[in-house]
């Protein structure tokens, strides 16, 4: 059975900061792993999926990374805004979907 | 360009009163429809999943069903709601594979059982 792990759970930064946030997960059969974002009693937002063929996929400030292999995957946002504060949540795609629980990002002016 | 809704936005429905959360997909067709709950502080919980009208897969056995009557409709329900499903019921869909495509998600819907 598949188990995502994102760590840390919460993270709190200074604006402009340069960040990395972590996805595990156990089983690298996998087919795809897609980023999202979910603001406070909102829907989740799909940020980037990025195909286990891959091994990076970039939209704007967002990089995301992934190795198989090792079972990670990075999301990095560059030069961090308020407006980055969100909860980020990874989803493994193979057999099932699997969710991580996500880390709560609060980006300080 | 494809578009999701879910209604209605918010809900506060006493113990044993009956509840319908639909979800509405636009600009696709024969999309797989998924239900998810999120309870507060915790992850996802799919409860279930629609590859087409009237095909409806549990993952969770509790006193919530699911009907799609339509292509791109899909409804959540209950009889009589219990404390424990307060939570925030997201909509989400796909036209890729089942457990492969790139997934969307609804606004959501937010319950409070009293």
């Known amino acids: 059975k598949q188990e995502v792990t994102q760590i840390p759970a919460a993270l709190s930064v200074p604006e402009g900061e340069n960040l990395v946030l972590n996805c595990s997960f156990t089983d690298s059969a996998i087919y795809n792993l897609q980023w999202f974002r979910q603001d406070p009693g909102k829907g989740l937002t799909s940020l980037l999926l990025?195909?286990?063929?891959?091994r990076e996929q970039t939209s704007g400030r967002l990089n995301a990374s992934l190795d198989k292999s090792s079972g990670r995957s990075t999301l990095y946002i560059a030069a961090s805004q308020p407006g980055d504060s969100a909860t980020y949540l990874c989803a493994v795609s193979g057999s099932r979907l699997t969710f991580g629980e996500g880390t709560q990002l609060t980006v300080n002016p | 360009s494809q578009t999701i809704h879910q209604w209605p936005a918010t809900l506060v429905q006493p113990v044993g009163s009956p509840l319908s959360l639909e979800c509405t997909v636009e600009?696709?067709?024969?999309?797989?429809l998924y239900w998810y709950r999120q309870a507060a502080g915790r992850g996802l919980q799919l409860l279930f999943y629609?590859?087409?009208?009237?095909?409806i897969s549990s993952e969770v056995p509790q006193n919530l069903s699911a009907s799609r009557p339509q292509d791109r409709q899909f409804i959540l329900s209950s009889k009589k709601l219990l404390l424990s499903d307060s939570g925030f019921y997201l909509c989400?869909?796909?036209?890729?594979?089942?457990?492969?495509?790139?997934?969307?998600f609804g606004e959501g819907s937010r319950l409070t059982v009293l």
């Open positions: 989400a869909w796909t036209t890729g594979g089942l457990w492969t495509g790139e997934l969307f």
């Open positions: 600009g696709t067709s024969n999309p797989n």
């Open positions: 629609s590859v087409g009208i009237g095909q």
């Open positions: 990025i195909q286990s063929s891959q």
